[in-house]
């Protein structure tokens, strides 16, 4: 079973760090939990690409700070 990726993006409204998967921020309309302005999911495209190459390139490890068990591990 794969745990699925978290992200933290902040609101383009009221900038507070949203933290959900990244299905959540590739639906095609969401709502900020902070502040409930509306979210495209193409707002958060280019990050989400950006990111998920990163985590091609292993990056992630950067960003996410400590490996998660479980999930992706030996990649
Ligand atoms: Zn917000």
């Known amino acids: ?3 699925e990726e978290m992200l933290a993006l902040d609101c383009p409204y009221c900038g507070a760090t949203i933290y959900q998967p ?4 590739k639906q095609t309309y ?3 939990p902070a502040c409930d302005g509306g979210l495209a999911a ?8 950006d990111l998920e190459q990163a985590m091609d390139e292993n990056v992630v490890e950067m960003i996410f700070g400590k490996p998660q068990s479980g999930c992706c591990g030996n990649h």
């Open 42 to 49: 193409g707002q958060f495209e280019k990050t989400i690409t």
């Open 1 to 3: 079973m794969l745990a």
């Open 30 to 32: 969401s709502t900020c």
């Open 22 to 25: 990244i299905s959540w921020f």
